[in-house]
Every structure is written in structure tokens, then in C-alpha cells.
């Protein structure tokens, strides 16, 4: 491969990997730019490259769905909240199973994140009665535990009338 197309190749691995909110579509539109695309280099891509862009989406959905999830990010710009990083989940469990790739990393990874997320906002709402930063609804947060392999505890579930009782715009 010449050092115009590798350097191609870098460019869009780097439009993947620092994609916006949905890694998939910048997935997609790379490959159809190294492949298919009059004005794009129109090559064969080896498996090696095909792997290191499917990385490189999975590597911005795990940026995003632990991003929201993250008190930390709470008030920053980028923050979107919680129903975002589920919203994402299915998006990137979607994009997995398309691609025949395994989502164990990433769940477990979310469902560690989720935990710390879900500890924080029961002591931060029962314990210390601050308004929550939840902004899905409470079966919602549930379903979402379950896809993460996790089962909320009683405590937890006292935060049920502090959700939304409808997610924003359903």
C-alpha cells in the first residue's frame, strides 16, 4: 500500500476513533470513502485495517456511554446523562452485533461504571436530599441495569419517585 492511501487510512481511522455521538455512521462513511468513493482512494482493505476501524468505533462508543455516567462530567458541556449512555449502549450493542464483535469488555466495563454512577446518586438523593441528576425514567434505569447484568438494591429503588416518570421527547 502506497503512502497516500496509509496516510488515508490514518485520516479516516481518526475520524472513527474521534467521532461524534454515533461511531457507526463515521464507520460506515469511512469505509465507503476508502472503498467506494470517487474522490476516496478506492482500495482493498485488509482485515488488519477492518479491525483497527471497528476498534476505533468501539473505542468512542466506550468514550461516550461511560461519559455519561460519570458525575464528574455532571455540568461540563459534553454531559448528556444518563439516558444518553443507554441511548448509546444500544447503539453500540447494535453496531456489535452487526459486526459479529463481543460486547463483554465494554458491558463490563459499563456495568462497573454504572454501580459507581447508581451508589453516588442514591447517596447524593436519600442521603443527602439533593436533587438527582437522573434524567431517564426509573424502568428505564432498571432495563438498562438489567443489559448490564446488574440488579438494583432496595435502596437503590428508593430512587423510583425521584426519575421522570416519561423520558423527555417519548
Given at each position: 500500500?502506497?503512502?497516500?492511501?496509509?496516510?488515508?487510512?490514518?485520516?479516516?481511522?481518526?475520524?472513527?476513533?474521534?467521532?461524534?455521538?454515533?461511531?457507526?455512521?463515521?464507520?460506515?462513511?469511512s469505509?465507503?470513502?476508502?472503498?467506494?468513493?470517487?474522490?476516496?482512494?478506492?482500495?482493498?482493505?485488509?482485515l488488519?485495517?477492518?479491525?483497527?476501524?471497528?476498534?476505533?468505533?468501539?473505542?468512542?462508543?466506550?468514550?461516550?456511554?461511560?461519559?455519561?455516567?460519570?458525575?464528574?462530567?455532571?455540568?461540563t458541556?459534553?454531559?448528556r446523562?444518563?439516558?444518553?449512555?443507554?441511548a448509546?449502549?444500544?447503539?453500540?450493542?447494535?453496531?456489535?452485533?452487526?459486526?459479529?464483535?463481543d460486547?463483554?469488555?465494554?458491558?463490563?466495563?459499563?456495568?462497573?461504571?454504572?454501580?459507581?454512577?447508581?451508589?453516588?446518586?442514591?447517596?447524593?438523593?436519600?442521603?443527602?436530599?439533593?436533587?438527582?441528576?437522573?434524567n431517564?425514567?426509573?424502568?428505564?434505569?432498571?432495563?438498562?441495569?438489567?443489559?448490564?447484568?446488574?440488579?438494583?438494591?432496595?435502596?437503590?429503588?428508593?430512587?423510583?419517585?425521584?426519575?421522570?416518570?416519561?423520558?423527555?421527547?417519548?
Open positions: 500500500m502506497d503512502s497516500g492511501i496509509c496516510q488515508e487510512f490514518e485520516n479516516e481511522w481518526y475520524i472513527v476513533r474521534y467521532s461524534g455521538e454515533i461511531p457507526e455512521i463515521a464507520y460506515h462513511s469505509l465507503y470513502h476508502l472503498t467506494t468513493a470517487e474522490d476516496g482512494p478506492r482500495c482493498r482493505l485488509s488488519e485495517q477492518l479491525a483497527a476501524l471497528k476498534e476505533a468505533a468501539v473505542e468512542r462508543y466506550r468514550e461516550i456511554i461511560l461519559r455519561d455516567m460519570l458525575h464528574d462530567n455532571y455540568g458541556p459534553q454531559y446523562g444518563v439516558r444518553r449512555s443507554i448509546n449502549y444500544d447503539r453500540f450493542c447494535c453496531f456489535c452485533r452487526r459486526q459479529n464483535l460486547i463483554e469488555k465494554l458491558r463490563n466495563e459499563a456495568a462497573d461504571c454504572f454501580v459507581d454512577f447508581i451508589a453516588r446518586e442514591t447517596r447524593r438523593v436519600i442521603g443527602d436530599g439533593m436533587p438527582t441528576i437522573i431517564c425514567s426509573f424502568p428505564d434505569l432498571q432495563c438498562f441495569a438489567d443489559k448490564l447484568g446488574l440488579s438494583l438494591s432496595q435502596e437503590q429503588k428508593q430512587l423510583r419517585p425521584y426519575c421522570p416518570e416519561e423520558d423527555p421527547g417519548d
